[in-house]
């Protein structure tokens, strides 16, 4: 069954994109928005994710998550920290940088109302 768009819910997809274009970094691909957002999701959840755990959940390959991460880490929006326990683990956590800038879409969306 062909499903049809209506005007709002195309509004709704721009003022999503539009939204997150100037609080998050690096421009069309949603790859670095996906790691800022399970690594805040599971930093919130007080379960700081690894390396490892960010490959098995997200949808892309090794390289392309290690190559946006290495970005977001490089200018401030994620940190690395060893784990207390075991340093060998390497958890990766928010910086106030990327919490702020989802905080920053939240209240720009909040502000759309669809016609």
Same mark, same amino acid.
């Given at each position: 069954?062909? &499903? ?10 721009? !003022? $999503? +994109? ?5 609080? $998050? ?6 790859? /670095?928005? #996906? ?8 930093? +919130?959840?007080? %379960?700081?994710?690894?390396?490892? !755990? ?11 998550? &290690? ?7 490089? #200018? ?6 060893? %784990? !207390?326990?075991?340093? &060998?683990?390497?958890?990766?956590? /928010? ?12 209240? &720009? $969306?909040? #502000?759309?109302?669809? !016609?």
């Amino acid at each position: 069954m062909e &499903r049809h768009f209506s005007s709002n819910d195309v509004d709704c997809v721009h !003022q $999503l +994109r539009t939204a997150l274009s100037p609080a $998050l970094p690096y421009g069309p691909t949603l790859i /670095p928005l #996906d790691i800022m957002v399970a690594v805040i999701q599971a930093s +919130r959840d007080a %379960h700081p994710v690894t390396m490892k !755990q960010l490959c098995a959940v997200l949808p892309y390959s090794v390289t392309g998550i &290690r190559y946006n991460l290495k970005q977001l880490i490089e #200018d401030g929006w994620l940190n690395k920290a060893r %784990h !207390q326990e075991d340093r &060998r683990a390497v958890h990766l956590l /928010p910086t106030e940088l990327g919490k702020g800038a989802l905080s920053e879409v939240c209240e &720009r $969306l909040s #502000d759309y109302r669809p !016609q």
